[in-house]
């Protein structure tokens, strides 16, 4: 009860506490007073004797306060107290400590939070280390699984319990509302076995198991209101009737994506082993190891690749952790953000030493004060250490706002596809985390500025006043770690920006404004006559809407990547074998298509009216100059048709056209040659409608999707939107990416630059005096001023060499995965060290200036 | 100042004052005094020691407070013997029999 007591006399009562000890001593005087006067004193001298029986009164009431209180607590208090005096007396050098530590920490934390729920968390299934993915290649190409393979794999490997193999399609739900576009898993062997998570409500289905279907718990909510008794009702998906047997725990979704999950049709999983469409997933047998597994791979594989020589000849696989592969895409980028942010917290952490640093060496003359009057050199450290714990305590909080705020701001801008990114929060362990690493950054830091400054609190300064003009080699050494790790910031910031740019500023090859795009699918057992009906429909009613100029149909709009290829064979040509391997890309149309895009026909003209036999196709510029350099291919034949049985005539194809080129990626480093064919030649259920308009886009969109419902109730727009949309989305990684690493090289160059002013006026101000001696005995201000110039630039020279040096290998290593690998990084480097050049001369002008103008006169006075 | 007053042995103050207080609550002031007379003022209580030593034996809960008034109406910090504290004091006795004995034995032989 006695420390609860003490501690509550500390913190709740201690005025209270101080004022009645104050009184009760005051009655004792008076007592005693009166007592002496009684014994015959005069009042002045009973009062004198009093007294000096008493002795002391603030050194008794320093006793009974300690014992009425806690001492270490009190200590602490007051030490706090005078500590947060300190950082109040200096706000610019609290403000910025405060403001870079926030920001440091806050954004690792917010990082951090994204790099371990999107790459850390182990996956929402039982013992998930345990799953793996298996990726097969043939002949170096990667290719999908295959059903009668996996069931091979399924037979001959030992390490894992079964292999299964997932694919997903799209399906429309109907009969429940608005018809919607879900994601349907498939799967072929035992999936929900290797995955080991049990349905939430109701069972899984059983391999091979027709018409029934599991649901994601998120369709369950979203789309059938979570009602319980779903289970065993009928839900039509694509004219199909499926029999609901179960709903998937919420957790589950978080990798796989998919709204439903069935099996695949039995005749799928035929011994035809053509055709490679799936994922395979498996789970590794208890005490077998990956390695186990890769080299049973191996032996299986060549095994297969002998017995199959048709189809699997030189087929290889790997395992790797299910994870990985689920992550493999975003691993990168992430982990390449939170070293960059981990190396601003660096520069943040150098910066703040170095501002404690600048404070030691200005209380150094306080501190000597301190200790002649009887401070311990403990008290003093602990009082240093107190004024930059508090600093980071301050900065941490900051830090955890900051990093609420910057989980939310990365969820909006990291790309929506990162695996399990909408999950993300900052939860306890982060603020904490952040927290704690403020405070060991404070105190870390605090620790070094001491050891670094204070400490050498001698009676010396007392004598000789502030002359101090010892240069320590701590705070030019943090000053050129931050420039090091601010060129290295700078220098990808602008390799990606500048990628960005010309990115953006290569031109489309089409002209997005003002056109609208219009998506749609139907099953793919739908027979073409009803697609191409249904397509030409569209075509009708889309152009009848008024404002609208032009319409046409492509089954991919350019910018999505991805388009069907295949090789080519010219009669009367022979080509080297680059050119005859060469993928070319075959893109369905409609005749209207180069017009409504605005992409201009260099020659020949369009097929019309499109026929439905693949007899005419329109060429790109690249595919000109690849296969025809000196000639002009209009009315010139190919084929796609290379693998024909020997002496089988081909489909010959009669170039009619030659169109210039469409940028079919953004990142896009070549340009592939391309064929366009009319649309109802070719076989695809997936249809793009761009629209041109000249009104109002708004209510353009509504006038189509009003259209689409009188062709087709029951099949869902699958997104309607401005085409400027898809160059956006195209974009967006690379401007995420630049825009944050801008935003974390600016902060790093801006801490950077503060750090050298802070050490060049610090250094000034110390030699203030020795500078005013220099001018009074002639030195010129020009002198002067360039000689602190040239210590600041001396510094940053160094830091920007090295800085410099680890720039190209550094670089090398990130942008191979999001730019051009071909690009020489060189540009980028040069522009980083201009831009810390210019910046360092600022820094180091402003004190050079103030030194140049020292007054002899007062410089002398000044001490 | 006299020479014959005794300053009070170092850890007997807590001894006298409980066997003080063991008589009923009592001021500061007259605790000092009860211990000055009744030792024929003999033993002298440094008010330095006498207010620090109060509030860590209220601290220890041997002793508890209480603001009265006094007889001439004046307000002051009445202590008194909590239950710990009549124990203490009988520890405190025995403790100090003990050593008297033992330092009464030590000088007996050294003569």
């Known amino acids: 009860m006695s420390w609860f007591n003490r501690f509550a006399n500390t913190i709740l009562r201690r005025d209270t506490v101080g004022q009645e000890a104050e009184d009760e001593m005051a009655f004792h005087l008076e007592e005693r007073t009166k007592e002496n006067i009684a014994r015959g004193m005069t009042p002045a001298e009973a009062r004198r004797e009093a007294q000096m029986r008493f002795g002391s009164r603030s050194k008794l009431r320093e006793e009974t ?19 947060m005096r300190g950082i109040v007396q200096r706000p610019g050098l609290a403000i910025t400590a405060i403001l870079s530590l926030g920001l440091g920490i ?36 990667q290719i999908g699984g295959n059903p009668a393979r996996r069931r091979d794999w399924q037979q001959q490997l030992t390490a894992v319990n079964g292999v299964g193999g997932l694919y997903s399609e799209g399906v429309v739900l109907t009969g429940r509302g608005e018809p919607r576009r879900l994601t349907m898993q498939r799967s072929v062997g035992p999936v929900f076995p290797i995955l080991g998570v049990p349905p939430q409500l109701g069972r899984g289905y059983r391999e091979g198991e027709e018409r029934v279907v599991v649901l994601s718990h998120k369709t369950w909510q979203t789309h059938l209101g979570a009602n319980p008794d779903i289970l065993g009702t009928s839900l039509n998906l694509s004219q199909t009737p499926y029999t609901v047997i179960g709903v998937m725990p919420p957790t589950f979704a978080a990798s796989t994506r998919a709204d439903l999950y069935s099996a695949a049709p039995p005749d799928l999983d035929s011994p035809r082993r053509t055709g490679s469409w799936l994922g395979l997933v498996a789970r590794l047998q208890p005490g077998q190891s990956l390695t186990a597994l890769n080299t049973q791979l191996a032996t299986v594989g060549a095994r297969l690749g002998a017995q199959y020589p048709d189809t699997e000849a030189g087929l290889t696989a790997r395992a790797e952790p299910l994870l990985d592969a689920t992550t493999g895409p975003a691993r990168r980028p992430l982990w390449l953000l939170l070293a960059t942010i981990g190396a601003v917290l660096l520069v943040v952490c150098a910066n703040l030493s170095s501002l404690l640093l600048v404070r030691a060496s200005e209380r150094q003359r306080e501190f000597a004060v301190r200790s002649a009057m009887g401070a311990e050199r403990f008290a003093l450290l602990r009082l240093q250490l107190l004024e930059s714990l508090w600093l980071g305590l301050i900065g941490g909080g900051l830090g955890v706002l900051v990093a609420y705020w910057g989980v939310e701001l990365l969820k909006y801008l990291l790309p929506a596809d990162l695996p399990r990114v909408e999950t993300v929060q900052l939860d306890g362990r982060v603020a904490i985390f952040a927290l704690g690493l403020a405070l060991v950054a404070g105190l870390l830091c605090g620790l070094l500025a001491a050891l670094g400054g204070a400490s050498r609190a001698t009676a010396d300064h007392l004598r000789d006043g502030l002359r101090t003009t010892r240069r320590t080699w701590l705070r030019p050494a943090f000053v050129t770690l931050q420039v090091v790790l601010s060129t290295l910031l700078l220098a990808g910031a602008t390799r990606f920006t500048e990628s960005l740019i010309s990115n953006l500023r290569t031109p489309l090859g089409f002209n997005p404004n003002g056109v609208i795009a219009l998506s749609y699918s139907f099953p793919w057992d739908t027979p073409g006559r ?153 076989y695809w259920p997936q249809a793009n409608f761009v629209l041109r308009t000249n009104g109002d886009p708004t209510s353009i969109m509504a006038a189509a999707r009003q259209e689409f419902l009188t062709i087709d109730p029951l099949l869902p727009i699958e997104s309607l939107r401005p085409l ?140 | 100042m006299r020479a014959s007053r005794q300053d009070i042995l170092q850890g007997t103050l807590t001894l006298l004052i409980l066997q003080t207080l063991g008589s009923g609550e009592n001021h500061g002031y007259a605790i000092a005094q009860t211990i000055e007379q009744v030792s024929n003022e003999l033993l002298r209580v440094e008010e330095g020691s006498l207010y620090p030593a109060l509030h860590r034996m209220e601290q220890d809960g041997w002793i508890e407070s209480q603001w009265k008034l006094t007889e001439t109406n004046r307000k002051a910090r009445f202590y008194s013997l909590t239950a710990a504290g009549r124990t203490r004091l009988q520890q405190e006795t025995e403790n100090w029999e003990r050593l008297k004995a033992g330092v009464g034995l030590v000088l007996g032989w050294a003569q």
């Open chain 1, 65 to 83: 306060r300690d014992a009425d209180t806690l001492v270490w607590l009190n200590t602490l208090a007051r030490d706090s107290r005078i500590a």
């Open chain 1, 106 to 141: 806050g954004a690792t934390s917010a990082i951090f939070c994204v790099v371990d729920t999107v790459l850390l968390k182990p996956l929402p299934y039982p013992d998930a280390d345990q799953l793996v993915m298996i990726q097969e290649t043939i002949r170096g190409e």
């Open chain 1, 530 to 682: 009803k697609l191409y009906s249904t397509f030409q429909q569209s075509l009708d009613r889309f152009a009848a809407i008024p404002g609208v100029t032009s319409v046409a149909f492509v089954d991919r709009l350019p910018l999505g990547g991805g388009t069907q290829s295949g090789q080519i064979e010219i009669p009367g040509h022979e080509f080297p074998p680059a050119l005859r391997n060469l993928p070319v890309s075959h893109r369905a149309i409609s005749d209207n298509y180069f017009a409504t895009l605005g992409v201009p026909l260099q020659s020949g003209r369009i097929f019309h009216p499109p026929t439905t036999n693949l007899v005419e196709a329109v060429i790109n510029a690249t595919f000109a100059k690849l296969y025809f350099p000196n000639e002009d291919p209009i009315g010139r034949k190919f084929t796609f048709d290379t693998k024909r049985e020997p002496g089988k005539a081909p489909n010959w194809i009669t170039i009619v056209g030659v169109a210039a080129d469409i940028r079919q990626e953004l990142r896009q480093t070549r340009q592939p040659p391309e064929a366009y064919v009319p649309f109802n030649s070719v």
């Open chain 1, 724 to 863: 400027t949309d898809d160059v956006k989305e195209a974009s967006s990684q690379t401007r995420t990416i630049a825009s944050l690493l801008g935003g974390f090289a600016l902060t790093a160059l801006l801490v950077a630059a503060i750090g050298l002013y802070g050490l060049l006026a610090g250094e000034v101000t110390a030699q203030r005096r020795e500078i005013g001696i220099r001018l009074a005995l002639g030195a010129e201000p020009s002198a002067v001023l360039s000689g602190v110039v040239r210590r600041g630039l001396i510094l940053v020279a160094a830091g920007l060499a090295l800085g410099l040096a680890l720039t190209v290998p550094a670089l090398r290593l990130v942008a191979s995965q999001i730019t051009d690998p071909n690009d020489s990084p060189l540009n980028a480097a040069l522009l980083a060290g201009l831009i810390m050049l210019t910046v360092a001369l600022v820094a180091s002008l402003i004190p050079a200036r103030r030194a140049s103008r020292v007054d002899p006169a007062t410089a002398l006075r000044h001490e």
